[in-house]
C-alpha cells in the first residue's frame, strides 16, 4: 500500500517547518505568494491530497483531481471554517479525510478558510472566502456564538461539527453533528462507583463548547442519578499544567478519578502529577475523551472514549447533502456512537 504523504513529509522535502507547510495547504495569512506556491507544487507533486485547496491546485496546473468547477460533474464548494489548524491529533482529521473522499463523488470541493482573531474580534468573514461559489458551510472549532450567527445569516446551507455552549440560548439555525458525549460517561461514572470510587471529579473547561458541557453534565447527572454529592472541589476548569500542577498541590488530596474534558487535558494532568511526584493510576486515574492516536501510547496508556471519526463523516455528508436538496427541512441535531476504551491509567477489577 502507498504511504500516505503527511505535511511533515512535505516540510522535509523543502527544509522548513511543519508550520509552514500547513499555513500554505489552509491558505492561512502571513506566508508570501512565492512561499506558498512552492509548497503547494511540492504537495502536487508528492501526492498530497487531504485537503481541496491542494487539489483546486492540481486540477488547474492539469493533473489529477476530483471534480473541479471547470469539469461536467461539478456541483459546488463546500466551506470549511475553523479556527484552528487541524492537525492529525484532532479527531476532526480523520473525518474530514472521509468527508472529502465522499462529496468529491458527488461532485463537489471542500475549501478550507481559516477564520482569524481578527475575523472574530471584527465580524469578517475570512478573506479567501466567496460566498458566491459556496454551495454550503461546514464548521469545525467555531465556538464563537455571536460569530457563529453571522455565518448562520449569510443564508447557505450551515453544519456545525460541535459548537458554542448553550446553556440556555436558543440552537443555532443550522444542523449540528455531535459525537455522543452522555452515555458512555454515564456508564462508566456508574461503573467506578460500583467499584468503591465514589470521590470523582471533573477537569478542563466545560463551558469551552457543546461538547465538554454536554460531557461535564454527563458526569453529574450520573452522580445525582446514583445519589453521591460531588464534591465541588474536585471540579477544576483550568487544565493547564503550569496552573494545574499548584492546584492539585493545594487541594492536599486528591480524587479517586478525574474525568476530563478530553484527552488533551488528561495529558495535561500527567504532566502536573509528575511534576508533584505522583502518577496515575497510583495516585488517582484518569479518564479522557476522543481516543486520539497519543491515547495509546501515553505513560501510561490512557482510558478513554472513542469517536467513530468515519460515521460522523458520512453523517456530516448526509446532512449537508439533504440540506442543499431541501433547504425548508427543520434544522436537525445528531449525535453519533462512542465507545469506552479502558488502558491502564484507570484500574481495572
Do not use: W
Not at 192 to 218: N, P, T
Not at 230 to 255: H, M, N, Q, W
Not at 264 to 280: E, N, P, V, Y
Amino acid at each position: 500500500m502507498k504511504k500516505r504523504v503527511t505535511i511533515q513529509d512535505i516540510a522535509d522535502a523543502l527544509g522548513i517547518s511543519r508550520n509552514t507547510v500547513s499555513k500554505a495547504i489552509n491558505n492561512s495569512d502571513g506566508l508570501a505568494d512565492a512561499t506558498r506556491e512552492k509548497i503547494l507544487q511540492k504537495a502536487i507533486e508528492m501526492g498530497y491530497k487531504q485537503f481541496s485547496y491542494v487539489a483546486a491546485v492540481t486540477a488547474v496546473a492539469g493533473g489529477p483531481a476530483g471534480a473541479s468547477a471547470q469539469s461536467p460533474g461539478f456541483h459546488g464548494e463546500i466551506a470549511l471554517f475553523t479556527t484552528i489548524f487541524l492537525d492529525q491529533s484532532h479527531f476532526a482529521s480523520l473525518m474530514l479525510d472521509k468527508f472529502q473522499r465522499e462529496i468529491s463523488q458527488l461532485g463537489y470541493t471542500l475549501n478550507t478558510h481559516r477564520v482569524t482573531e481578527e475575523d472574530l474580534k471584527n465580524g469578517t468573514l475570512p478573506i479567501t472566502f466567496r460566498p458566491e461559489r459556496t454551495s454550503a458551510i461546514l464548521c469545525i472549532e467555531m465556538f464563537d456564538r455571536e460569530y457563529d450567527e453571522l455565518v448562520c445569516s449569510l443564508g447557505l446551507p450551515v453544519l456545525f461539527v460541535d459548537g458554542p455552549s448553550k446553556h440556555s440560548l436558543p440552537a443555532l439555525n443550522a444542523d449540528q453533528l455531535y459525537m455522543d458525549n452522555s452515555t458512555e460517561i454515564m456508564r462508566f461514572v456508574r461503573e467506578m462507583l460500583a467499584r468503591g470510587y465514589r470521590r470523582i471529579g471533573f477537569l478542563g473547561d466545560y463551558d469551552h463548547c457543546q461538547s465538554f458541557f454536554e460531557r461535564y453534565a454527563a458526569f453529574r447527572f450520573a452522580m445525582l442519578m446514583e445519589g453521591v454529592p460531588v464534591a465541588e472541589r474536585f471540579i477544576i476548569r483550568d487544565s493547564r499544567p503550569e496552573k494545574l500542577a499548584a492546584t492539585l498541590r493545594d487541594l492536599g488530596e486528591l480524587p479517586d478519578l478525574f474525568l476530563c474534558v478530553n484527552d488533551f487535558a488528561a495529558f495535561d494532568a500527567i504532566r502536573a502529577l509528575t511534576a508533584l511526584g505522583k502518577s496515575a493510576p497510583e495516585d488517582v486515574m484518569l479518564c479522557g475523551f476522543d481516543d486520539c492516536a497519543e491515547s495509546r501510547t501515553s505513560q501510561p496508556p490512557l482510558t478513554t472514549i472513542h469517536i467513530h471519526t468515519q460515521v460522523m463523516a458520512f453523517s456530516a455528508v448526509h446532512l449537508l447533502m439533504s440540506r442543499i436538496k431541501e433547504p425548508s427541512l427543520d434544522n436537525r441535531i445528531v449525535h453519533t456512537q462512542t465507545d469506552l476504551i479502558e488502558r491502564e491509567s484507570t484500574k481495572r477489577e
